[in-house]
């Protein structure tokens, strides 16, 4: 197995983040730094990470949580503020992380897990994992302008490509339905933003095919066999590619 991958499947940091711990020499096999994270580890070699002796995670974790407001996405915060895995009592016994991050103010569906592996996968781009989310504006947005974000919005960061977009309740205007698959940070605010609305509520109502029913805002629970099978079904295919 690969260094970078093997510290991400310790459940130390999602497999890029593991790539630039080793870059930095916070990584060492059989007592020596390792600078590369493509070199090939065995059941053999002794790996260790901030001076500790680190395994591949047995118990592989994978949770659903509704988050609320006023929590951020973050291991840690200097500030000292609320966390997601303040949330999760299994955060105390394994080492979990977010599947992606959700702005402090916006609330819905965040997977939390130590499978860096599959966190990986399920963040990078090329996945184009699908995030459905529910916008609460400060007015009604027009049809024009509904039309204006399905054929794709220029942000600053360049053209940003939505997969459906409409009204979630013909009565009620300034409540919008949109479906993407961009990772880009706050880019649902940033497209509403871009043509002069103020986004005052932001729900992440389906991730990666999952979906909140019966799960109230601030819990979380377990997924299922089949829904583990179904997210590593998801991204199987681009992973036979890169192993290839």
């Given amino acids: 197995m690969r260094l970078n991958k093997f510290v991400a499947v310790c459940g130390i940091c999602a497999r890029r983040a593991a790539a630039v711990l080793v870059k930095d020499g916070k990584v060492k096999v059989n007592n020596e730094v390792a600078l590369e ?109 509904l039309e204006r974000i399905a054929d794709g919005i220029v942000l600053e960061d360049g053209v940003t490509d939505v997969d459906a977009v409409g009204w979630a309740d013909p009565d009620k205007k300034n409540q919008v339905i949109l479906e993407l698959h961009s990772g880009k940070n706050r880019v649902v605010r940033r497209i509403f933003e871009a043509l002069g609305y103020q986004v005052d509520r932001l729900d992440r109502i389906g991730y990666a095919g999952l979906t909140k029913k019966d799960l109230p805002r601030g819990r979380y629970r377990h997924l299922t066999d089949r829904e583990i099978i179904m997210l590593r079904h998801f991204v199987g295919r681009k992973k036979n590619l890169e192993d290839q």
């Fill in 37 to 145: 994270p493509g070199i090939l580890v065995t059941e053999t070699d002794v790996v260790e990470y901030n001076g500790k002796v680190i395994k591949p995670s047995v118990n592989f974790m994978y949770i659903l949580l509704n988050k609320p407001k006023n929590t951020i996405t973050t291991t840690s915060d200097e500030r000292g503020r609320d966390s997601v895995l303040d949330l999760v009592n299994e955060a105390k016994q394994e080492r979990l992380y977010p599947v992606g991050r959700l702005d402090r103010m916006t609330t819905g569906l965040l997977i939390l897990t130590n499978d860096g592996d599959l966190t990986q996968r399920l963040a990078h781009p090329s996945n184009e994992v699908k995030k459905i989310y529910q916008a609460e504006l400060d007015r009604n947005i027009t049809e024009k302008d």
